[in-house]
């Protein structure tokens, strides 16, 4: 497991071989993410891309995503969804919520009352969106708009299962996880034949913001007894 290309400074990333326990078995790969704390990512995404996967993408029936808003958040906070989907976005809240995007893949708003169901929005290209709500400064989300039809978002363990990985030489692995931003598609690794790989980042999950309401309500109660 060689590590290709990767971000320098902030985001040096670690690949190495957990163990290779069966030969190479095209078709499915499973990726332990952990952070630079060693606690699990659950933020982290991956993919893999080649030529012959990026024409797939076009060829598939389009597929459908979610984007809950829940306690003002919105979840998952961070996930990477095919070139082609289109994405609902569900207020489960009580309050309004006002989604936007200004991220070069995907410019969008939504103004979302409680309860309702918006139109899908239709990510078309790939790239990073950042999901921001103009009435909740602290409500951030991530989409990661890929171009292969073979990609995965972490579990509470930090764990990715790719199914339908190519015994394609050309193609390569990437990981991806928020901190890395807009401008890094994530790091590339080349897959030597192993189906567990284990990746270490130099990033850590950024804790789920506390919602609003819960915090004035903390306030009003340390009001009562100051
Ligand atoms: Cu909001």
């Not at 606690?39 to 024409?55: I, K, Q």
């Not at 890929?146 to 978002?153: H, I, Q, R």
Request: charged letters at 25%; proline letters at 7%; one cysteine or more.
């Amino acid at each position: 497991m060689t590590l290709v290309s990767g971000r320098r400074g902030l985001a040096a990333v670690v690949m190495t071989t957990v163990i290779a326990l069966q030969p190479l078995r095209a078709g499915n790969l499973t990726l332990s993410v952990t952070g630079a704390d060693g606690e699990p990512l659950r933020d982290a995404v991956a993919y893999v891309e080649s030529s012959e996967l990026s024409v797939r993408v076009d060829d598939d029936a389009r597929p459908e995503g979610e984007v809950d808003q829940r306690n003002q958040q919105f979840l998952p906070h961070a996930q990477a969804i095919r070139r082609g989907t289109s994405v609902r976005f569900p207020n489960n809240d009580q309050v309004r919520h006002h989604v936007f995007s200004f991220s070069e893949a995907k410019t969008f708003e939504l103004r979302l009352f409680a309860d309702e169901a918006p139109r899908p929005i239709h990510f078309d290209t790939a790239g990073v969106v950042v999901l921001g709500c103009n009435i909740h400064d602290h409500m951030i989300g991530y989409l990661l708009i890929v171009d292969t039809p073979v990609f995965g978002n972490a579990d509470d363990d930090g764990v990715i299962r790719l199914d339908g990985v190519p015994d394609d030489p050309e193609a390569t692995l990437r990981v991806w996880h928020p901190e890395l931003g807009e401008d890094d598609m994530g790091m590339t690794v080349d897959m030597n034949g192993d189906t567990r790989v284990a990746a270490s980042m130099n990033v850590t999950d950024t804790p789920p913001p506390e919602p609003r309401g819960l915090r004035d309500r903390r306030r009003n109660l340390q009001d009562r007894f100051d």
